[in-house]
């Protein structure tokens, strides 16, 4: 009996409509079927985790430096699930490693002479910070005896003014009654306004002094935390990377004597995998620790000339105001281009 077939009709949009038997149809359907499985699996499931921004160095770079690709996860090597494999292991032995540091159960890279180098630096940088506060402090106490001493000043040329016409008062009634008023009544005017002339003589040169400490505290400022914190981040970042490196050479070490039961070839591939990311992490270590020996060497030299040029200045004008002398406070301020502040018409 010979076996029935059905024509159906295939509307194509490629083209007129074509009658197929209904084998030929089923095989139709499959054959686009499959291709459109091909189409859907050759996209990825998920996108690659490529960071994007530079922001810690204990994320990003033990990232990157820890990545190790096998030849069997080449094509899902940049999975997000991957690369948080891969941090996770290598935060893992940075963990391991600081504890075992601390308790001294392992050995770590030691430079004597960078880390003498890197503690006097952390040491002259908590020394500048309290030399820093405590002119924050003094300018503070500056700042309000100046204000009592001009407060005191208006209020000595309001008795003075006040002392004038009584004393005024007090002659003509001595006129009319032919007295003669006694030198001390005649005098006290005179006395109150000869103090608050000497008291907003100090203050004006008070302000001059309160100008020279705001720019020697800006510069202090500047130098702690801006160039010094900048060589003191690159040694924070030198310091992680010397963490990576001797965290990734003792798990080699470790990971050599596990791998005893493992064949031959494993063993080869995974001392491959291992040399490669222990030389990648000690090239790090080794261009960061040239990069601190620089910047410490630069910071010596710009420390020194910054801090000459602000002790000159501390010291000539805390001198010229405790001796009194005006013409040297301005010279001073004028020497370090300090503008001193225009005071307005009802001060002068």
């Not at 800006?218 to 992680?240: G, H």
Request: glycine fraction near 2%; charge should be neutral; include cysteine.
């Amino acid at each position: 009996m010979a076996s029935k077939t059905t024509e159906t009709t295939y509307h194509s949009s490629l083209g007129p409509p074509v009658n197929i038997t209904s084998f030929d149809s089923m095989q139709e359907i499959a054959i686009h079927d499959n291709t459109g499985n091909q189409l859907r699996h050759h996209r990825p499931a998920t996108l690659s985790l490529e960071p994007s921004m530079s922001g810690s160095v204990h994320s990003n770079d033990i990232i990157n430096s820890s990545a190790i690709i096998t030849a069997n996860n080449a094509i899902n090597r940049n999975t997000p699930m991957d690369a948080l494999k891969e941090w996770s292991l290598s935060t893992y032995k940075c963990t391991k490693q600081l504890i075992n540091e601390k308790l001294g159960k392992c050995p770590r890279t030691v430079d004597a002479d960078l880390e003498i180098e890197i503690e006097k630096l952390r040491d002259t940088q908590h020394k500048y910070e309290c030399i820093l506060k405590l002119s924050r402090d003094l300018l503070n106490q500056y700042t309000t005896m100046i204000a009592t001493q001009n407060i005191m000043a208006e209020q000595l040329n309001e008795l003075a003014l006040r002392e004038t016409k009584s004393s005024a008062v007090s002659n003509n009634a001595n006129i009319e009654t032919k007295d003669i008023s006694s030198p001390a009544e005649n005098c006290l005017s005179n006395d109150f306004k000869q103090n608050a002339e000497m008291l907003k003589s100090i203050a004006r040169n008070g302000d001059k002094l309160l100008m020279a400490l705001r720019f020697f505290i800006s510069n202090l400022s500047t130098l702690i935390y801006k160039t010094i914190d900048d060589t003191i981040q690159t040694i924070r970042a030198f310091e992680t990377a010397r963490l990576e490196y001797d965290a990734e050479r003792n798990s080699s070490n470790i990971m050599l004597c596990s791998n005893l039961n493992q064949t031959h070839h494993h063993h080869s591939m995974s001392n491959a995998e291992q040399s490669e990311k222990i030389n990648q992490v000690k090239g790090k270590y080794e261009r960061l620790k040239k990069d601190v020996i620089i910047k410490m060497k630069f910071l010596e030299e710009n420390k020194a000339k910054v801090m000459h040029k602000q002790l000159v200045l501390f010291h000539n004008a805390f001198a010229a105001f405790a001796s009194g002398n005006a013409t040297a406070l301005e010279s001073t301020l004028k020497q370090f281009s300090i503008r001193p502040q225009q005071s307005s018409f009802l001060e002068k």
